[in-house]
């Protein structure tokens, strides 16, 4: 647990893991289903960012061949991260778009999109709970 | 707590020595030999890993089904607020002229995607984009002119097909599946390479668009029909 | 510059969770999509950006405020 190695060297690791606790907190502690969603989106940016702070180099520039720089792999950016991540960004949408469907399903069904409400009603449709 | 012991794991911050050295200067030194394409990124979602791409294109698609299956209902409902069209001159004018504009620049986007940072994802998302801003602002009917609702999900699955179906040319062709230096286009090898990359993202282009908008029309629609 | 992008993208993400007007708070999260396509582009992954910029700023908001005028606009929290 070396904090100074952390901050001095490697503080953009330090902003990638407060934005995940905060989408973490979003996620579990909100109420509200809709925050909920909030926090997964915001879950999903800070992952993405966390694997493209892996792939940077310094003084490194887009992953493009152009013939300033040659086929030297150490004047581009890490390309593999990139890729994986276009993939997730788009799959982070479609995941979005089927949990708001669920939400309004839900709102549909029992009127409410609040956690604590919603408990009280599914124990009142089901005594047994 | 669990995150403040696991940072002390990541080796490497912004002063970087690269992390993952051995692949990725393969796909740097290659693209451009392979593929005839600059961009490495796009050589490395279409051709290198292109199956990870074909299963995404797969899970987008049936997200868009699970949407449709969750909420689509025979009942007939009034279309919200959102959906009926803005009396509004300026807005209406002036989303009249930039809907060609960003549809033509998508058009860039997509087949530019070899040499400049762009693609298939982009591109098809662009397009989506004003499909959603004409139902926004010229209303729910009106714009059914311009993309009928009953064509979003089609469109997705055709993406899905030309993505599978390049996949399914090259394995009758002797190959690999997805292996585009066995389609019989009758080109040398890395410019057939840069042909299968270019079929592979225009079914990419179609199957994100079609999805996003189908995904939008259930939303916005509540499920109901009219 | 990239320690900025990461400071505002931090309090965007905080104040987007607090507020009960559900509606601001999307606008928010469109917001927090926007910096960190910024802060994509800043580290080298243009394409990454854009892609977050397209469908994290643009559609995902879009799909978020066509939601919540389907259920509820105010939050208890």
């Given at each position: 647990m070396?904090?100074?190695?952390l901050?001095?060297?490697?503080?953009?690791y330090l902003?990638t893991i407060v934005l995940l606790l905060i989408g973490l907190?979003?996620?579990?502690?909100?109420?509200?289903?809709?925050?909920?969603?909030?926090?997964?989106?915001?879950?999903?940016?800070a992952?993405?960012?966390f694997?493209?702070?892996?792939?940077?180099?310094?003084?490194?520039?887009?992953?493009?061949?152009?013939?300033?720089?040659?086929?030297?792999?150490?004047?581009?950016?890490?390309?593999?991260?990139?890729?994986?991540?276009?993939?997730?960004?788009?799959?982070?949408?479609?995941?979005?778009?089927?949990?708001?469907?669920?939400?309004?399903?839900?709102?549909?069904?029992?009127?409410?999109?609040?956690?604590?409400?919603?408990?009280?009603?599914?124990?009142?449709?089901?005594?047994?709970? | 707590m669990l995150l403040a012991a696991g940072a002390g794991l990541p080796?490497?911050?912004?002063?970087?020595?690269?992390?993952?050295?051995?692949?990725?200067?393969?796909?740097?030194?290659?693209?451009?030999?392979?593929?005839?394409?600059?961009?490495?990124?796009?050589?490395?979602?279409?051709?290198?890993?292109?199956?990870?791409?074909?299963?995404?294109?797969?899970?987008?698609?049936?997200?868009?089904?699970?949407?449709?299956?969750?909420?689509?209902?025979?009942?007939?409902?009034?279309?919200?607020?959102?959906?009926?069209?803005?009396?509004?001159?300026?807005?209406?004018?002036?989303?009249?002229?930039?809907?060609?504009?960003?549809?033509?620049?998508?058009?860039?986007?997509?087949?530019?995607?070899?040499?400049?940072?762009?693609?298939?994802?982009?591109?098809?998302?662009?397009?989506?984009?004003?499909?959603?801003?004409?139902?926004?602002?010229?209303?729910?009917?009106?714009?059914?002119?311009?993309?009928?609702?009953?064509?979003?999900?089609?469109?997705?699955?055709?993406?899905?097909?030309?993505?599978?179906?390049?996949?399914?040319?090259?394995?009758?062709?002797?190959?690999?599946?997805?292996?585009?230096?066995?389609?019989?286009?009758?080109?040398?090898?890395?410019?057939?390479?840069?042909?299968?990359?270019?079929?592979?993202?225009?079914?990419?282009?179609?199957?994100?668009?079609?999805?996003?908008?189908?995904?939008?029309?259930?939303?916005?629609?509540?499920?109901?029909?009219? | 510059?990239?320690?900025?992008?990461?400071?505002?993208?931090?309090?965007?993400?905080?104040?987007?969770?607090?507020?009960?007007?559900?509606?601001?708070?999307?606008?928010?999260?469109?917001?927090?999509?926007?910096?960190?396509?910024?802060?994509?582009?800043?580290?080298?992954?243009?394409?990454?950006?854009?892609?977050?910029?397209?469908?994290?700023?643009?559609?995902?908001?879009?799909?978020?405020?066509?939601?919540?005028?389907?259920?509820?606009?105010?939050?208890?929290?």
């Amino acid at each position: 647990m070396d904090i100074t190695a952390l901050v001095t060297g490697r503080w953009p690791y330090l902003f990638t893991i407060v934005l995940l606790l905060i989408g973490l907190y979003g996620m579990l502690v909100k109420q509200n289903l809709m925050k909920k969603v909030f926090g997964l989106n915001i879950f999903q940016g800070a992952i993405i960012l966390f694997f493209i702070v892996h792939a940077y180099k310094h003084g490194a520039t887009v992953p493009v061949l152009d013939d300033i720089s040659g086929t030297d792999p150490a004047r581009y950016v890490n390309p593999i991260p990139h890729g994986l991540m276009l993939t997730a960004i788009v799959v982070s949408v479609a995941t979005t778009g089927v949990a708001l469907a669920l939400l309004i399903r839900i709102y549909r069904t029992f009127g409410t999109i609040d956690e604590k409400d919603l408990l009280v009603r599914l124990r009142d449709e089901d005594p047994q709970r | 707590m669990l995150l403040a012991a696991g940072a002390g794991l990541p080796l490497y911050g912004d002063p970087t020595a690269p992390a993952s050295l051995h692949v990725s200067d393969d796909y740097v030194r290659g693209s451009m030999v392979d593929a005839h394409t600059p961009n490495i990124v796009t050589t490395m979602i279409a051709d290198y890993r292109g199956f990870d791409t074909l299963g995404e294109t797969m899970v987008v698609f049936s997200a868009g089904l699970a949407c449709m299956l969750l909420l689509r209902t025979p009942e007939r409902g009034r279309i919200p607020t959102l959906g009926r069209p803005k009396g509004n001159v300026i807005t209406d004018i002036v989303t009249r002229a930039m809907i060609p504009v960003i549809q033509l620049f998508a058009l860039y986007v997509v087949f530019h995607g070899h040499y400049s940072p762009g693609g298939g994802f982009q591109g098809g998302a662009l397009i989506a984009t004003t499909i959603l801003l004409a139902r926004m602002v010229l209303g729910f009917e009106h714009s059914q002119a311009l993309f009928p609702t009953a064509l979003g999900t089609p469109l997705g699955l055709a993406g899905v097909a030309i993505y599978a179906g390049v996949g399914f040319v090259a394995l009758l062709f002797g190959g690999n599946a997805l292996d585009y230096s066995y389609l019989p286009l009758g080109l040398p090898k890395d410019m057939l390479r840069n042909w299968g990359i270019l079929f592979v993202e225009i079914g990419v282009a179609f199957g994100v668009m079609g999805t996003l908008v189908s995904i939008f029309d259930d939303l916005l629609t509540g499920g109901r029909r009219a | 510059m990239i320690f900025v992008l990461f400071v505002v993208a931090i309090v965007a993400a905080v104040v987007a969770l607090q507020v009960t007007d559900l509606l601001a708070a999307a606008a928010l999260l469109s917001v927090f999509s926007f910096v960190v396509a910024l802060l994509y582009g800043a580290l080298g992954a243009v394409d990454v950006g854009f892609n977050e910029a397209v469908l994290g700023a643009g559609v995902t908001g879009v799909l978020l405020v066509v939601a919540l005028f389907h259920t509820r606009r105010g939050s208890v929290d």
